[in-house]
C-alpha cells in the first residue's frame, strides 16, 4: 500500500467528501482535494497545476479552492481562483492554513481538510452564495495523483 494509499481510509475519504457536499450546498463555489505522494516541484506551483488539470480553473465564477497535500512530503497548500482570492480578506488564507495545520500536527489529517473545506465553504458562501440556477461544475471526489 503506498503512502497515498494509507493517508486515508475509505471511511475517511467518504468523510471529506461528505464535507464538500456541505460546504457547497450553499454556494456556488467549487472544492476540491487532492492527495499524492511527492513532488519534485515547489508545492505551491505543484497545487496550480494540479488546478489546472482539475479544470478548476474553468468555474463560471472563478471561485474554486484546492486543498493540495503532498503526503510523503509533509506539506500541503490551500490554492484559490482569481475569483475568490479577489474578495476573501487578506488574512483568509493563513487561517485556513492554520486550521488545517493544527490538526495535522496532531495527525488528525482527515479533520484538518475537513475543517478546511468548512472554513473555505463559510467563505464562499459569504461571497458566491447559492443561486437557484447553479450546478455543480466538478467532481466532489478526493483526486490522487
Known amino acids: ?19 464538500i457536499i456541505a460546504a457547497e450546498k450553499n454556494t456556488s463555489g467549487e472544492i476540491r ?10 508545492h505551491f506551483k505543484r497545487a ?12 463560471k465564477d472563478a471561485n474554486g479552492v484546492l486543498i493540495y497535500v503532498a503526503v510523503h512530503d509533509k506539506k500541503f497548500v490551500i490554492c484559490g481562483d482569481k475569483g475568490i482570492d479577489k474578495v476573501v480578506p487578506e488574512e483568509f488564507w493563513d487561517s485556513t492554513k492554520n486550521v488545517i495545520q493544527q490538526q495535522f500536527k496532531e495527525g488528525n489529517f482527515k479533520q484538518g481538510i475537513i475543517d478546511g473545506i468548512l472554513k473555505a465553504g463559510k467563505e464562499l458562501h459569504t461571497h458566491f452564495p447559492w443561486q437557484h440556477n447553479d450546478t455543480n461544475e466538478l467532481s466532489n471526489e478526493v483526486s490522487k495523483g
Do not use: P, Y
Open 1 to 19: 500500500m503506498s503512502k497515498v494509499e494509507a493517508f486515508l481510509s475509505e471511511k475517511e475519504e467518504q468523510e471529506i467528501v461528505q464535507a
Open 33 to 42: 482535494v487532492h492527495i499524492e505522494a511527492h513532488t519534485t516541484l515547489d
Open 48 to 59: 496550480e497545476e494540479v488546478f489546472h488539470v482539475l479544470k478548476m480553473d474553468n468555474t
